[in-house]
Nanobody, 117 residues
Framework: QVLLVESGGGLVQPGGSLRLSCAAS????????MGWYRQAPGKQRELVAKITSGGRTVYADSVKGRFTISRDNAKNTVYLQMNSLKPEDTAVYSC???????????WGQGTQVTVSS
């Protein structure tokens, strides 16, 4: 079992930055693929970025060059650094943990990111 708690969301002006954090409980964090997903009003949830236990990363085309995902296995935490934010980045951002050995999925409660002037 993995409990995920996100933090760091808020209101930011276009061009600004935010860093999201996702703290995980449990002993399996280091083996999980960790991901950030987002869902805007009226749209489907989409992958933003994910990082494997070995540090390999995947990004959505819409955030490449602006967002950076990282993880600290010692702190059981995954981060999403978001720079050059745009209004279209406005969404609820949720943290996901995927155990590749059991295929179990875990989700956080989500944190709101609003980009507006």
């Amino acid at each position: 079992q993995v409990l995920l708690v996100e933090s760091g969301g808020g209101l930011v002006q276009p061009g600004g930055s935010l860093r999201l954090s996702c703290a995980a409980s449990g002993s399996i964090f280091s083996i999980c693929v960790m991901g950030w997903y987002r869902q805007a009003p009226g749209k489907q949830r989409e992958l933003v970025a994910k990082i494997t236990s070995g540090g390999r990363t995947v990004y959505a085309d819409s955030v490449k060059g602006r967002f950076t995902i990282s993880r600290d296995n010692a702190k059981n935490t995954v981060y999403l650094q978001m720079n050059s934010l745009k209004p279209e980045d406005t969404a609820v951002y949720s943290c996901n943990a995927y155990n590749p050995f059991t295929q179990d999925d875990y989700w956080g409660q989500g944190t709101q990111v609003t980009v507006s002037s």
